[in-house]
């Protein structure tokens, strides 16, 4: 009775100090305290894995009985098995526990699972942005997404760096052939795979609880707008231009489908004119004035700002003065009615894009219908909840313009 009264003291030790060892790396071999090597610790291995270290046998340290203890209350005793959204399997022997998010929606989502304790290096994005990402300053930068400083990452030694799933090999994975970090590709900007990326990330976390809550938060505002636009025909919804800036400059730069504007629009309830182009493609002012839309919706990256006077809305106008004066758009009928609006990078990153941009979307597409929607409380909701962050939406924040 006192060796199994020790034994279980000691799990419940190890494993509360599991996650103050951030410093210490993952290992590749197998699971630690497996004696048989079957791949399956047992109740009896680990006992006997805790004891020897207990008394001093063996070459045994305390980091790889954490592990163990860990893998056998947490994981079943076995290996933990997941996928990345490109359905690449991963395996892994020991619990992750530094993390490199190279990308902002990567670590948002990791904030929301309450896993930034795990985090150990970021991207300059995240450095350089001391209101959204209070806390992060002092933290190795390690570039930008798509052209990140692979010898800081090594340097790090992280045992997962995560990546869009449009990355190429040659970006980092072929650069970290030989070491010990697995690079994983997780995106957390589509409708279509939002939810089971949540999933496979709190899998790989073992943050099932918090992704539970937080889905059940994000199926409950983003249904609200499912719900009413599953009443509306087909044949009396919006045609919309929805034409995206992503720094080019460069103007009728139309969003198709499988893009995740044309899917945060769809939800809304707009129909895209050009839903039938693949992904983002220059399209002519002819087609645009062929198709005539009802409405038009532009995107600027980079816009307004989350930590700017809701006030101060000048760039923003001046890109919607820009479409509205358009010679060879007079006619179009969004045109004429002046139902062209702009909505920038601060209204779709991360898991704002559905408490925000599509909220907004839907307001400007059904104004009568989502008259009692509040694009900006339900985001507030969500930075409070799930990014830990009080920030007072009715004086700070400019998204859109004009807003309804």
């Avoid at 210490?24 to 047992?42: E, K, M, R, S």
């Avoid at 009985?65 to 076995?78: E, K, M, N, P, R």
């Avoid at 995740?260 to 220059?282: C, K, P, R, W």
């Amino acid at each position: 009775m006192r060796k199994q009264l020790l034994t279980r003291i000691a799990i419940f030790a190890l494993i509360a100090t599991f996650f103050v060892l951030l410093a210490v790396p993952a290992y590749a071999a197998g699971i630690p305290g497996d004696a048989d090597q079957n791949g399956h610790l047992t109740r009896g291995e680990l006992s006997s894995y805790i004891m020897s270290y207990m008394s001093g046998n063996g070459n045994i340290n305390l980091h790889e009985v954490q592990d163990s203890a860990y893998i056998y209350v947490y994981w079943g005793g076995t290996s933990k098995t997941v996928k990345d959204s490109t359905n690449k399997t991963f395996t892994f022997n020991r619990p992750i526990r530094k993390i490199i998010p190279l990308t902002t929606q990567s670590f948002e989502m990791m904030r929301t699972l309450n896993s930034t304790d795990r985090i150990i290096a970021v991207p300059k994005y995240i450095v350089e942005d001391s209101f959204y990402y209070p806390g992060y300053q002092n933290y190795t930068n390690v570039g930008d997404t798509f052209t990140p400083d692979v010898e800081k990452i090594v340097s790090c030694n992280p045992d997962v760096v995560i990546v869009y799933t449009s990355t190429k090999a040659a970006v980092l994975d072929d650069k970290l052939k030989g070491t010990n970090i697995t690079v994983m590709r997780f995106d957390f900007s589509k409708l279509s795979t939002y939810v089971d990326e949540i999933n496979r990330l709190s899998d790989l976390l073992d943050k099932k609880d918090r992704a539970n809550e937080y889905i059940a938060f994000y199926n409950e505002k983003v249904g609200r707008i499912q719900n009413v636009v599953a009443t509306i025909p087909q044949n009396e919804k919006p045609r919309v231009y929805l034409e995206g800036d992503f720094g080019s400059g460069k103007n009728y730069q139309a969003c198709g489908k499988a893009h995740g504007h044309d899917e945060m629009l769809t939800l809304a309830g707009g129909v895209n004119i050009f839903g039938d182009i693949s992904y983002y493609q220059t399209v002519s002012p002819e087609s645009v004035i062929k198709k005539n839309p009802q409405i038009i919706m532009k995107y600027k990256y980079p816009a307004g700002d989350i930590n700017r006077n809701v006030n101060n809305t000048t760039d923003l106008q001046v890109i919607r003065n820009e479409v509205l004066s358009r010679p060879e758009l007079q006619k179009v009928e969004a045109v004429k009615n002046g139902k062209v609006y702009v909505y920038d990078w601060y209204s779709t990153r991360g898991g704002a894009a559905y408490y925000l941009c599509i909220e907004q979307m839907a307001k400007w597409c059904y104004p009568d219908r989502f008259k009692d929607v509040n694009p900006r409380a339900d985001y507030a909701e969500y930075l409070q909840k799930f990014q830990g962050l009080n920030i007072d939406l009715n004086h700070t924040g400019v998204f859109f313009y004009p807003e309804s």
